[in-house]
């Protein structure tokens, strides 16, 4: 058992339940759900439910999230962006409380103690980093900023690496070793690259928020998150798309396609909204 798992520090393992229909399974479970006209629409009914409160009352509710299951193909853009939301957004909801529980940590651990050295080096930093820096890697990400890479990079979950590879972002590897799929029609050698692959959805978006929060290309998103908090401002999505010129090849047109896609599906509004768990 590490240090950190001695204080009650895990990744959140969750369920969640939509509008009386049960959505999703444990993590490493596949559910696959019949895809027809009708199975689609009752979908496409509760997911607007549960985002239209959400939006309403600032709390998104459920008592568990969505970890492996695939989105259904369908030609509808309204539906298939409706789903998509809802099925991503529980998901980074529990990803951020979960790293609010670590900053609350890493605001307490004593910094000459070995758990501080274990959380510090888990973010790529000397064990004896300073705790303000520590902690500027250590925060949350936008939901609206997520939400918006993910449907730029997934093709709003209907890409063949987020439907076979729950590779919601892009994320790149060059270890021929690690779970991947290449791009294209690519073999094995004739790309320096893989897109990684997970087990389930929520290990995409865990794998995602800890690059933008420990990787050195992504430094100035850090630093104006930390600028924004110390000065008792949100940390919007659309404040800090401009950081990400280099998550992207395209620079800043990205940053165009980024900030239009907040705008046009309004995903602003998930910034503001919280996770209640049920019994």
Do not use: C
Not at 92 to 101: A, P, Q, T
Not at 213 to 234: M, T
Request: hydrophobic share 40%; aromatic share 8%; net charge positive.
């Amino acid at each position: 058992m590490s240090r950190l798992s001695r204080h009650g520090l895990r990744p959140p393992v969750l369920k969640w339940i939509a509008g009386g229909v049960v959505l999703a399974a444990m993590i490493g479970a596949a559910i696959f759900f019949d895809t027809s006209p009708q199975d689609v629409s009752l979908r496409f009914a509760a997911a607007t439910q549960n985002l239209t409160e959400a939006r309403r009352s600032g709390i998104l509710k459920a008592n568990s999230s969505l970890t492996r299951m695939p989105l259904p193909e369908v030609d509808d853009a309204t539906q298939r962006k409706m789903l998509f939301i809802a099925f991503l957004l529980p998901l980074i909801l529990s990803e951020n409380i979960y790293l609010e529980e670590q900053r609350r940590l890493a605001a307490k651990l004593p910094e000459d103690g070995d758990a501080y050295g274990e959380l510090s080096a888990s973010y790529g930093l000397h064990e004896n980093v300073p705790r303000d820096r520590l902690l500027a890697h250590i925060d949350t990400v936008p939901p609206s900023l997520v939400l918006a890479q993910a449907a730029l990079e997934s093709a709003w979950g209907m890409s063949r690496f987020a439907r076979q590879g729950n590779a919601f972002f892009g994320q790149r590897t060059y270890d021929t070793e690690a779970s991947g799929m290449y791009p294209g029609d690519a073999d094995k050698g004739e790309t320096l690259f893989k897109v990684k692959s997970f087990s389930n959805a929520q290990d995409s978006i865990r794998s995602y928020m800890k690059t933008l929060n420990s990787h050195g290309a992504y430094a100035e998103f850090r630093n104006l998150r930390a600028h924004l908090r110390h000065q008792n401002k949100a940390a919007s999505g659309k404040a800090l798309a401009p950081t990400l010129l280099n998550y992207s090849e395209i620079g800043s047109a990205y940053v165009k396609r980024l900030l239009a896609t907040i705008q046009a599906s309004q995903m602003h509004v998930y910034d503001r909204i919280k996770l209640e768990f049920q019994g």
